[in-house]
């Protein structure tokens, strides 16, 4: 919990850890509540700082198509998904890179930072990256 307080009074999209108010939208806490007002703001913590639940939700948000081209791969119910998504798959691309935030809380996961690239765009992008 520590650890992500100081997360919070830098994260520019939650309100700051302040006495009394959600850490998230900054309401007044209801009883028994401690960091979140609801179960909402809490998710969206998460949302914007996991990794894993960031990436999930931004994937649903691009209704599981790359960004750049529109291009959709082969859903879970495709008789070869588990052969085609060798090659052909969505991932979650930092537009701003991560540099090795993937597995803490960071900042670098806000979901205006994430978009979902196929394979294809998703190295063309790092090649320009690099550049
Ligand atoms: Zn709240
Ligand atoms: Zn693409
Ligand atoms: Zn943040």
Redesign the pocket.
Known sequence: MTKSLSLLAACTLAHGAVPGRCAWCGAELPKRRRTWCSDRCGDAFWANHWWSVARRTVRRRDRYR??????KPPGRTHPRYRTLRKTDRLEVNHIVPARGDHRRLSCAHHLENLET??????K?YTKEQRA
């Open positions: 790359c960004k750049r081209c529109g291009h690239l196929c394979l294809t765009c998703h063309a």
